[in-house]
């Protein structure tokens, strides 16, 4: 059992963990089960694991959760280091999110968050005629979840969903489930010969919101076969999506290139990458960064002030203008290092033995990084006073 007991209480773990830090000091490792891990709270020696020991430490431990909701380790960030890892990686930095090709899904962006905005805005109007007082609560945590899963489903497959649309809900609830299970402690990760015993049935639950994420994602891929097939439904090179994209450069590529997977696997699993890793950690954040300047009305005033002086009212705010928004920056930089969207880092594992903080770490160690206290670390530093003079 090792220290699990001590993460089976009331409080979270990152909370725990911390507590454990406060006693222990900065680094420290603890027994889950049958693996060592390593616990990190200081952002020097974070900043260590992923500079110096980066190429060491980026490899991913197997768990229940990745092999059945990430395509058996095929989904790019989830998986294991190696060359098949470093193929996808080349090709999302590359062809998927360089610069040329998110400028040509600008238009994607913009009309999402118009049509967003504009949902707010009749849901205004249809009230405004039934009600006196002229306001709309809108739950603003799912407003930025739908706005970021329908601007992502979009880039990634061309696809946009409506409040109404079943397919969506369908979509948006399985997604959902899907967080929930990533998230969830499993007893055989830390215990492997229990795993027979599906204590908590949540294998089961992977396997099904598995098979029903999958069975979406198969009707997706369907539809861009047979519009890449049927030259007369073919879209132009500038209004590809990253499906399209996709299918393009593996149907170039060798079978050698990507041992272990075929191509349509490998399609659906990085689609389904890139839209759990831009979804959920943008609501948590947005919700929280809004939550945040509601009760600090003064952040919020210079925030509006900012706004006006380089946009004005007479314009929507565009792309372009965020590189001049360095208050509104500073305020998002903030909000990502008081409330993490994960307060523990992804766990990496150690691939050959390392030296961390002084201490020498033998291969196959995992490694934790609890984002919550690295953050509140960087009080102490010259950063934190210049960002507390800036925004306060």
């Not at 430490?57 to 890892?85: C, D, Q, T």
């Not at 002229?134 to 799912?142: D, G, L, N, S, T």
């Not at 946009?160 to 998230?183: H, M, P, V």
């Amino acid at each position: 059992m090792g220290h699990l007991h001590l993460l089976g209480g009331s409080q979270l773990p990152h909370k725990t963990l911390g507590s454990m830090a406060d006693k222990y000091g900065p680094i420290f490792t603890v027994k889950l089960g049958i693996h060592q891990a390593l616990v990190v709270s200081d952002w020097e020696i974070a900043k260590e694991c992923f500079t110096t020991n980066d190429k060491v430490l980026a490899n991913r431990p197997k768990s229940v959760a990745v092999e059945h909701l990430g395509y058996n380790y095929a989904m790019f960030g989830l998986g294991p280091y190696g060359p098949y890892w470093r193929q996808v990686r080349k090709i999302v930095i590359l062809e998927l999110l360089s610069n040329r090709r998110l400028e040509m899904l600008g238009h994607v962006r913009v009309s999402q968050v118009k049509e967003s905005i504009k949902e707010i805005y009749e849901l205004w109007l249809n009230n405004k005629s039934s009600a006196s007082n002229y306001k709309v609560k809108i739950e603003m945590k799912r407003w930025f979840g739908d706005l970021s899963l329908n601007m992502m489903v979009r880039m990634l497959v061309g696809k946009r969903y409506l409040s109404n649309d079943k397919e969506g809900t369908r979509f948006q609830k399985a997604i959902g489930e899907f967080f929930k299970l990533l998230g969830i402690f499993v007893v055989s990760d830390a215990i492997p010969s229990l795993r027979w015993l599906d204590l908590g049935g949540y294998e089961k639950r992977m396997k099904k919101t598995a098979k029903e994420i999958d069975c979406i994602m198969e009707g997706w891929l369907d539809e861009h076969k047979m519009r890449k097939r049927n030259s007369s439904l073919q879209v132009k090179r500038d209004h590809q999506d990253f499906m399209d994209v996709m299918l393009l450069i593996l149907d170039a590529a060798k079978a050698e290139d990507f041992p272990g997977f075929d191509a349509d696997t490998i399609n659906k699993a990085t689609c389904l990458a890139m839209l759990t890793g831009a979804t959920d950690t943008t609501t948590v954040t947005l919700t929280w960064a809004l939550s945040l300047l509601l009760n600090n009305r003064h952040v919020l005033r210079k925030a509006q002030d900012e706004l006006d002086i380089h946009v004005g009212r007479e314009r929507q705010l565009e792309e372009s203008d965020l590189k001049k928004l360095i208050y509104i920056q500073a305020i998002l930089k903030e909000t990502l290092r008081l409330y993490p969207a994960g307060p523990l880092s992804v766990p990496h594992e150690s691939m050959e033995k390392c030296t961390v903080g002084g201490y020498k770490i033998p291969k196959g160690t995992r490694l934790l990084v609890n984002l919550c206290d690295v953050g509140q670390v960087l009080v102490f530093y010259y950063f934190r006073r210049v960002l507390i003079y800036v925004l306060f």
